[in-house]
């Protein structure tokens, strides 16, 4: 090899940087600088395995495979550069430049197989494309044949003005039919000796690989089976000195404390049941989805007793004024004290100011078409479980108060949060009446401006009564009319059947005969 030999190239961009730099490749190893600053990365040649040259997005790239089992990708090259770049990797590191050529036809089915740290994805035994496992977040099984990968976001570490100007892949679906192949049943069995499903082999492959779910050292405490409201399932929580686990069936997340927004401690009314709510910045993705809150359901009546798994040393080194070395408490209690020790984040929960009608420190109520909680805490409102909505109060315009369609006999009415700035509204529903004034003098108390509605339908309804029974006696007195109208119609057309008129004979007689007297007289005689 040539000794004291450099060649360099510029406008280099190293592992897919934004920005180019200068590179130099020397006997002892090679280094690459941005051109934006900063420290120079160097590698070792001793480090170097092997070296392929392909064609790239910003012309041609570099790969250099290193004995680890990790890879570093430079590209910016243009074609005239690979005989120089040959040349200066044969001489300083004794390495022969592959050329490697993609696949191009487009076929989206091929066959899958590691590299080193990469998932290739072959088409006629020619590389289609390649993961980085390093960019893998997580990976599930979705169905007995498919298997999901999602990937870390730009704003998954914090920078989010630049994920806004970015896109970027999120998430990507390998669908694996049939069973394991031969050569790797005797990693797939399983405890009967049957082969799994092949896309059970690929999601365990990419699992260990990954390193998915992986954490050093041992958990200092675990929680088992704890039933998640959101999202829903059931999770194993371990918790360690950096991060948390969630270990479920289907779905495995590792999660730093700093993405720990807020922590909150929520009986529910019924007594029975403690929620504990974690918010994390960023979101959990499951799928598409994201959840910016955890919410897990406790027992209230459960009890732990918890040994730290800590030896003594570090406990009174680390962890002394945050945790306690044992714990016999209910179960949310634990949790609790655990999760503020371990995140330095203060355990919110229900004002002291705010009892429902009957005592409860929480309301039962919807939104839109799901039903859970609403929580008053000091500086701000919660609802829980689905969607979990944590609203400010400094967010809160005002509140308006409205009855369910406006009927006199309604039970419940509904409450809507109008926020500032032009963030919209929140609206509740299904709230009992009951809690209508303990709300009310809650909200007075923290100077949110409240708009009954509810006082002006009552006086509406009072007016509309009034205006209603007016118009019902007015009716009435019409038919009571009309019927004495046709009453006496009646009698002046109707003859009266029973009445029975004596003959006109009988009558002369008796007026005209000048014997009627005497005759008159002799009968009344004879009567008596």
């Known amino acids: 090899m040539v000794e004291n030999k450099i060649t360099q190239f510029d406008n280099i961009y190293f592992n897919l940087s934004k920005s180019h730099g200068k590179l130099r490749l020397a006997s002892s190893g090679l280094g690459w600088k941005s051109s934006t600053g900063g420290n120079p990365i160097t590698i070792a040649s001793s480090d170097l395995k092997r070296a392929t040259w392909s064609k790239a997005a910003r012309g041609y790239e570099c790969k250099l495979i290193l004995r680890k089992g990790d890879f570093i990708r430079m590209d910016g090259f243009q074609e005239e550069d690979q005989r120089s770049l040959e040349e200066a990797l044969k001489d300083n590191f004794g390495l022969s430049m592959e050329l490697k050529e993609h696949a191009i036809r487009g076929w989206n089915w091929g066959k899958t197989e590691f590299d080193g740290q990469e998932l290739v994805f072959n088409v006629s035994q ?8 390093s960019t893998v977040a997580n990976t599930n099984l979705s169905g007995k044949n498919e298997v999901v990968l999602e990937f870390a976001l730009p704003g998954d570490a914090g920078d989010k003005e630049e994920a806004a100007d970015m896109d970027e892949l999120v998430e990507m679906r390998f669908f694996v039919p049939g069973q394991a192949n031969n050569e790797d049943a005797s990693d797939n069995e399983t405890e009967d000796g049957e082969q799994v499903d092949a896309a059970t082999a690929l999601y365990n492959a990419i699992k260990d690989k990954a390193d998915i779910g992986a954490v050093a050292g041992e958990s200092i405490v675990t929680f088992s089976d704890t039933l998640f409201l959101t999202p829903r399932g059931r999770y194993d929580i371990d918790l360690y000195p950096s991060s948390l686990r969630l270990r479920g069936k289907t779905y495995d997340y590792t999660l730093p404390y700093t993405s720990i927004s807020r922590l909150f401690l929520l009986p529910k009314p019924d007594l029975q049941h403690i929620l504990f709510v974690v918010g994390l910045e960023p979101p959990l993705r499951q799928g598409q989805t994201r959840y910016p809150f ?6 209230g009546e459960e009890e732990s007793e918890v040994e730290l798994n800590l030896e003594d040393d570090v406990f009174e080194r680390e962890y002394k004024d945050k945790l306690q070395k044992k714990y016999d408490q209910p179960t949310y209690e634990v949790m609790g004290s655990l999760f503020k020790g371990l995140t330095s984040k203060k355990v919110i929960t229900p004002s002291v100011s705010f009892r429902g009608a009957h005592g409860q420190e929480g309301i039962k109520c919807s939104m839109k078409a799901n039903e859970g909680h609403f929580f008053c805490l ?20 005002y509140v308006t108060l409205s009855r369910v369609g406006g009927g006199s006999a309604s039970r419940t009415f509904d409450l809507t949060f109008t926020l500032s700035g032009s963030k919209g509204e929140i609206a509740l529903s299904n709230i009992n009446k009951e809690e209508q004034s303990p709300l009310i003098t809650y909200l007075k108390s923290k100077s949110i401006k409240v708009k009954n509605e509810m006082t002006e339908d009552t006086t509406q309804l009072i007016k509309q009564a009034l205006a209603e029974e007016a118009d019902m006696s007015d009716d009435d ?52």
Not at 126 to 133: D, H, S, T, V
Not at 294 to 299: C, E, I, T, Y
Not at 385 to 397: A, L, R
Not at 486 to 496: H, L, N, R, V, Y
């Open 126 to 133: 020619k590389p289609a494309f390649e993961i980085p496992l």
């Open 378 to 397: 000091d500086k701000s409102f919660l609802f829980v479980p689905k969607p979990t909505t944590y609203v400010p109060i400094s967010d809160v315009s």
């Open 477 to 528: 007195e019409d038919v009571v009319m009309k019927e004495r109208g046709a009453g006496d119609d009646e009698d002046e057309e109707s003859p009266d059947e029973d009445f029975a008129a004596d003959d006109d004979s009988d009558d002369d007689a008796l007026e005209y005969d000048s014997d009627a007297s005497v005759a008159s007289s002799g009968d009344e005689e004879d009567d008596e």
């Open 294 to 299: 955890l919410v897990a359901q406790v027992p």
